[in-house]
């Protein structure tokens, strides 16, 4: 897909991995839609592209929301050719003790929000024979200790996207998932055990951490293929990074 004019609706661009991709994509030519529910981040980053941004208040966690997004999406561009499913949350803690109101903030966000956005993308995505490239992370494909609930919301999202390729690639829609390692934004600040936030720090402070401009390029190099090419996977660490 060469990205010149294409639409591309990013969730969770008010950040980290979201925002530089986003800019990114905008960079590479496409019209960008991004949701996030901080909307005064979604506009300094409408100001710093270069090509046309349309902001959107975006709640992953409410169906409506998402819909709502699209369908406004489509509504101002007339299409959609890609979905970067990105919105998470991490919020890291051993099982013994947790606030198991945090493991339905993750599986909200992070699962279902996700399923929710392509559930009301496909139908989209199936006309202009589209592309969904989900942000996964290496804790969806090798779990530890204190991250069960997080690597479950990732392991479950890889599950549901692998059926998702095998439901559609036939039909000319695209999978990607990107499982990154450790990259250098907020997502750790939302841990509320000081103890989980204080072992990130020490491993943020121990490793050449990746950027997220480094996760927002392998994002551009997948959807940038020729349409026969599907990049289904990539697995992106830190060299530093052991597991
Ligand atoms: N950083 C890493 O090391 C790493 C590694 C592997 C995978 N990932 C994944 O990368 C993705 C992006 O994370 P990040 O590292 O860039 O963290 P981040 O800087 O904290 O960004 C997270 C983004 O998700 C959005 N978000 C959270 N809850 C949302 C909701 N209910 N509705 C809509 N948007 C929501 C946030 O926006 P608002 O708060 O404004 O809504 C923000 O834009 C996540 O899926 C994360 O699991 C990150």
């Known amino acids: 897909m060469n990205l010149e004019g294409k639409i591309v609706l990013v969730t969770g661009a008010s950040s980290g991995i979201g925002q ?6 905008s960079q590479a030519g496409a019209k960008v839609a991004v949701g996030a529910r901080r909307a005064d981040r979604l506009k300094l980053l409408a100001e710093d592209a270069p090509g046309e941004i349309l902001t959107l208040d975006l709640d992953v966690t409410d169906q409506q929301s998402i819909q709502n997004a699209v369908a406004a999406t489509v509504g101002h561009f007339g299409r959609l050719d ?35 956005a392509v559930h ?12 969904v490239v989900q942000v996964s ?4 494909r090798i779990a ?19 059926s998702l390729r095998q439901e559609v690639t036939t039909q000319g829609v695209r999978v990607v998932v990107v499982e990154p390692g450790f990259v250098s934004t907020e997502l750790a600040g939302h841990i509320t055990d000081p103890a989980m936030q204080a072992m990130a720090k020490t491993m943020a402070d121990s490793i050449r951490t990746l950027q ?19 990049v289904n996977e990539l697995l992106i660490r830190p060299t530093d990074q052991l597991q």
């Open 20 to 25: 530089a991709t986003a800019l990114a994509l």
């Open 82 to 116: 890609a979905l970067v499913n990105n919105a998470g949350i991490m919020l890291s803690g051993m099982i013994l003790g947790a606030d198991t109101t945090e493991w339905s903030r993750m599986v909200d966000t992070n699962l279902l929000g996700s399923m929710y």
């Open 120 to 131: 009301a993308a496909l139908p989209h995505l199936l006309e202009s024979k589209g592309t």
């Open 137 to 140: 992370s290496t804790s969806g």
């Open 144 to 162: 530890s200790a204190a991250g069960a609930a997080y690597s479950a919301t990732k392991f479950g999202i890889t599950g549901f996207i692998e």
């Open 212 to 230: 997220p401009d480094d996760i927002a390029a392998a994002v551009v190099y997948a959807l940038n293929q020729p349409d026969h090419v599907s």
